[in-house]
């Protein structure tokens, strides 16, 4: 057979010809209006931003950072960027100050394409920055923090269509993300092109998000947060519709666009799928065929309200920024029989193309009976194989990825997280599982969000405390909370501790922060009844 090389490049090609009619639209928020650009004018201003970039120095292997929301213009960076040899790398916007400038000057980017209304963000971290060269601003905005800076349409503007792309070596870095170092600084991963054209095309398929022409995602998860899920260049694969939310992600906001431009697929973490459940009850989201929800455990009782009062499906899906992300996702097989919830509210099966297994902590390979507990550790082609400038060898294990998530694998490859290593609470010797106690608790009407963190305990060693945020005008007590639990759970599982906040910390994507929740208790910041 040939051997052409895998780049995204190809990607970029074939979604601004074959789907050149296809859209991105783009939300400047409820008072605001809607920018739609066709696939083939975006090809156009992707050759545009290529010779810019071309002509500002950038070259084969540079690194061009982007700190932006969800936009057109940061569909071009992802376009461009790897299109021309360079790697892309997408910066977190919510990452602290110094994890923003060790990133950066990590990956040594050259250059940052930066929407405006986040240049006050970038200003703090400018000065730390040694090796950004040019910081090109998308839009109007307060700049002054960032020194020189180029506008973005201006740049482009001097460029016309018809850039000649080189031919890449499909084994190099396309892009790159950091985790979000929840210990420790981050950690950088990079995708080759070979990585992304692959795991993008699995990504449309009828085993993973079924995305296909005609199709419109709402991409509410960033596109700095693991690729997107790879949503944004499965769109250009399959000729679907981009709708780019932009900062407007709140829950009222976020409904009103989905009435307005009526997509089909989205994907969030599931925080943001409960803001909108609380804030927008009566939103018509009746055009969604499902989405896409995964970053932390969706609790089954957020999928049954979706089902009940949205009408749209909830689909449980399981990666992390090392596996490009999409690894597993919990659709219920084709032969199945039974109660659908079953299958739906268990984490994810793994997908064609990657190989998963579960390892006792003395490394040996564990049974798939849907019992047996370990670490999952996972390979293939959208797998990282190392972090970038980072010799974390305890992260491998013989060529897999150790996933720092514990659970159980069934016979027909369904994965089921029970904790993520570092989050299990062991007491008197036996493990609790976190994700487990907050499923239970989020079934409770009375509970919006709930975390459960292990704190020190002189007689079991740790014991789970419940950090639980009551729902509107609901009053749920402790006690009234542990009768709830009292059958659902193993009884030496309930907590008896327990402390009620007005928000649970989130991490930069959105996540339950239990680092924050630990650092909280240690500080005696929280008011905890027993
Ligand atoms: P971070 O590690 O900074 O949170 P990632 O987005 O890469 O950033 O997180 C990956 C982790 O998120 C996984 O290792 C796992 O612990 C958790 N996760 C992702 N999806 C699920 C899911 N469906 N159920 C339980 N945990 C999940």
């Known amino acids: 057979m040939q051997d052409r090389p895998l780049s995204i490049g190809h990607i970029f090609q074939h979604g601004r010809t074959i789907h050149g009619d296809a859209e991105i639209l783009t939300w400047n928020g409820p008072e605001g209006a809607l920018e739609t650009s066709t696939f083939s004018e975006v090809g156009d201003r992707v050759d545009q931003l290529a010779a810019a970039l071309q002509r500002l120095g950038v070259s084969e ?22 299109s021309m040899g360079a790697v892309l790398h997408t910066l977190n916007i919510r990452l602290f ?37 040019h910081l090109i601003v998308c839009g109007e905005g307060d700049t002054s923090g960032l020194g020189d800076t180029l506008d973005y349409e201006a740049l482009i503007g001097q460029e016309s269509a018809g850039f000649e792309y080189p031919v890449i070596d499909e084994r190099s870095a396309a892009a790159m993300c950091y985790t979000s170092g929840t210990t420790g600084n981050p950690k950088g991963v990079a995708y080759s092109h070979r990585s992304t054209w692959i795991h993008s095309l699995a990504v449309t398929s009828s085993q993973a998000l079924r995305v296909k022409e005609g199709d419109r995602i709402l991409l509410i998860v960033p596109q700095f947060h693991a690729n997107a899920w790879g949503m944004p ?18 829950g009222g906001p976020i409904a009103q666009l989905i009435e307005e431009t009526k ?15 609380h ?53 219920v097989p084709g032969r199945a029989d039974g109660d659908p919830m079953q299958w739906r509210a268990r984490t994810g099966r793994v997908l064609p193309g990657v190989e998963i297994r579960i390892c006792a902590d003395d490394g040996a390979s564990l049974p798939w009976d849907g019992e047996a507990q370990g670490e999952i550790e996972i390979r293939g082609p959208w797998i990282t194989a190392s972090y970038v400038h980072d010799p974390t060898e305890e992260k491998f294990h013989d060529g897999w990825l150790r996933t720092g998530d514990v659970g159980s694998i069934d016979h027909q490859g369904f994965i ?4 993520r290593a570092k989050d299990v609470i062991k007491s008197g010797g036996e493990w609790i599982s ?12 009375g509970v919006r969000e709930a975390a459960v963190v292990g704190i020190p305990d002189d007689r079991w060693d740790e014991r789970p405390l419940a950090c639980v945020v009551r729902a509107d005008g609901a009053g749920a007590t402790g006690e009234e909370l542990r009768g709830f639990l009292d059958g659902r759970v193993a009884k030496w599982w309930i907590p ?35």
């Not at 292997?61 to 790897?82: K, S």
């Not at 394409?113 to 970038?122: E, F, G, M």
């Not at 997509?263 to 459940?277: E, F, N, Q």
Request: hydrophobic content about 45%; proline content about 6%.
């Open 97 to 133: 100050p110094d994890q923003l400038a060790y990133v950066i000057n990590h990956a040594a980017d050259r250059v940052i394409i930066v929407d405006a209304s986040l240049a006050p963000l970038l200003a703090r971290v400018r000065d730390q920055l040694t090796t950004v060269e």
């Open 233 to 250: 260049y499965a769109a250009w694969w399959v000729g679907c519709d981009l709708v780019m939310p932009q900062q407007f992600l709140q």
């Open 279 to 331: 804030s927008a009850p009566d939103a018509d989201l009746s055009s969604l065929d499902y989405i896409v929800c995964g970053g932390s455990a969706v609790p089954r009782s957020l999928m049954e309200a979706y089902d009940d009062v949205f009408g749209v499906e909830v689909v449980q899906a399981w990666g992390m920024t090392e596996t490009s992300p999409l690894a597993a996702i919990a659709r």
């Open 416 to 419: 089921q997280i029970s904790d």
């Open 434 to 445: 976190s994700v487990d106690l907050e499923n239970e608790l989020m079934a409770h009407p």
């Open 496 to 530: 008896e501790r327990w402390t009620f906040l007005d928000e649970i910390p989130k991490t930069s994507v959105g996540k339950f922060s239990k680092k924050d929740l630990r650092t909280m208790f240690q500080a005696g910041e929280l008011t905890v009844e027993d």
């Open 61 to 82: 292997g540079d690194r061009v950072g982007t700190f932006m929301w969800n936009n057109q213009r940061h569909m071009e960076a992802y376009l461009a960027i790897p």
């Open 263 to 277: 997509p089909t697929i989205s994907g969030a973490v599931p925080t943001v799928l409960s803001d909108i459940l």
